[in-house]
């Protein structure tokens, strides 16, 4: 899967995004071309790379004439519904809108419908945000995931007057996103950007397991004491990688010790634990403050199921917190074969690396209901069918 991930260093604008996915690879001509397909006039564009603490990254100009109508958010669908843009761009471009129109309601007090948008509805707003989602678009980018986001502090004029940083609209738009202070008196997320990020990614926080093939600085206009930049990621996904020699993957390990947990608990919670899709569940004795004996608890997981097994714990447990990490492992190849044994049918998992056969193991259910069904001793049935499996030599 190809990912792009936006690391906001300095935070994240508009022409901040173009800008990077410009130096991540994306044809300036062709985003170009793309932009003038939309029925808007009276705009210029120039880029140009600058210097950033000694990075070298790419600033977008956009201007245009000074009197911009006060657009609705009908409006402005309706510009980029008449683009010649490929349907996913303009999806992506309308969610990017509705998410900024639903936050400036919620910020004065109306419906999106009947929100004026100011700066945002001119002509460089539109065009930063068709041009990003053009710009994942003509780079294959199917999931996008961002970094937590940095907020500076001031105050920006705007249409409505002397705004608060981060501005309301910005705000609102960031409800439940992770974000931390830095020491800049300025505006570092714009609602643009902020939007971008929103509406786009589906995820915020550290970077995914990936292997980056394109890299792009997009540098912002104001002169910071921090590095001005956006930096984007992009490349394959490496949840699963497959090698010769068998598959590397990512898992998440989460853990918490317990003093206070009773048996009934822990295993209720392993249970529950493994029918929500942990990998593996297991307990360790550890002497814990106060000289008590206690538990430790392990879950691995996918880390697409890490959040739904955390809340689990703290759900089900007494504890306070859980830890948790990010980490990778390597498996062999593994399947299934069928044998037929003197009491029925069993599978036997294999274990490969590249097309050889490490390991054999009879499935312990299989040989059990065998056993129980003809009143066999269980060891009897499971050597049968590793015979068998060995005899077969697929």
Known sequence: MKLAYLDCIGGIAGDMTLAALIEAGVSEAELLDALR???????????????????????????????????HLSDVLEIIE???????VKQNARAVFTRLAQAEAAVHGTTPERIHFHEVGAVDAILDVVGACWGFHALGVERILCSPL??????VQAAHGTLPLPAPAVAELLRGVPTYGVPIQGETVTPTGAAIAVALSQRFGLQ???RWEQIGYGAGHADRPLPNLLRIFV???????????????SI?????????????????????????GALDVFMTPVQMKKNRPGVQITVLASPERADALMSLLLRETPTLGVRYSLMNRR?????????????????VKRAR??????????????????????????????QEALQKAHESGD
């Not at 989460?254 to 029918?275: K, W």
């Not at 498996?331 to 599978?347: F, H, K, N, S």
């Open 353 to 382: 690396e590249g097309g050889r056969v490490l390991h054999l193991a009879p499935e312990y259910d299989d040989c059990a209901a065998l056993a129980r069904q003809h009143g066999a001793p269980l060891h009897a049935i499971m």
């Open 150 to 155: 940095p907020m500076g502090r001031g105050f």
């Open 82 to 88: 008449r683009g010649d843009l490929p349907a996913t």
């Open 252 to 276: 998440v390990q989460i853990e918490t010790n317990l003093d206070n947990a009773t048996p009934q608990q822990l295993g209720y919670v392993m249970e529950r634990a493994l029918e929500q």
């Open 37 to 71: 397909t939309l029925p808007l006039s009276g705009w210029q564009w120039r880029s140009e790379r600058v210097e950033i603490e000694a990075i070298y990254a790419r600033r977008v100009y956009i201007t245009h004439e000074e009197e911009q109508p006060h657009r």
């Open 235 to 249: 490349g394959e996904s490496t949840d699963a990688l497959q090698t010769p020699t068998g598959d590397w993957e």
């Open 331 to 347: 498996c062999l190849q593994r399947d299934y074969q069928q044998v037929e044994t003197a009491y029925g049918v069993v599978r």
């Open 208 to 210: 995914p397991p990936m």
